[in-house]
């Protein structure tokens, strides 16, 4: 190997880390309230602030670890929810699609 190859090598070396490393950090994204689909589904990521005037069908209860559609594990803090794709939701957060799970 040439010295120009091997520098192509390190950099390609390089590059594929720091892609694979963000691939996996946005996996991991919690999902910002901020984010339109959130706002729009009135996600919070604290069930307890959710906004009582705007959803006076909530109850601090209810949070996605308890919601049909969470499909995190039972002792994780975050995990997946469809209706987020890509980004996972807290499992003490709560949006207005909530499902109580049977
Ligand atoms: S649908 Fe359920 S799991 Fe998904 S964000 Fe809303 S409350 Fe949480």
């Known amino acids: 190997m040439n010295n120009t190859n091997r520098r192509v090598f390190i950099l390609q070396a390089a590059v594929g880390s720091s892609a694979l490393l963000a691939t996996t950090a946005m996996a991991q994204a919690k999902v910002d309230e901020k ?3 959130a706002a729009a589904l009135g996600y919070a990521a604290d069930t307890t602030k959710v906004d009582a005037k705007k959803f006076p069908k909530h109850a ?4 996605c670890s308890n919601c049909q559609l969470y499909t ?5 803090a975050t995990g997946p929810c469809p209706l987020f794709a890509g980004k ?8 207005s699609a909530y499902v109580k799970k049977a």
């Open 35 to 37: 984010d339109p689909q």
């Open 72 to 76: 995190g594990k039972a002792a994780d």
């Open 88 to 95: 996972v939701v807290t499992a003490n957060g709560w949006c």
């Open 60 to 63: 601090a209860a209810q949070k």
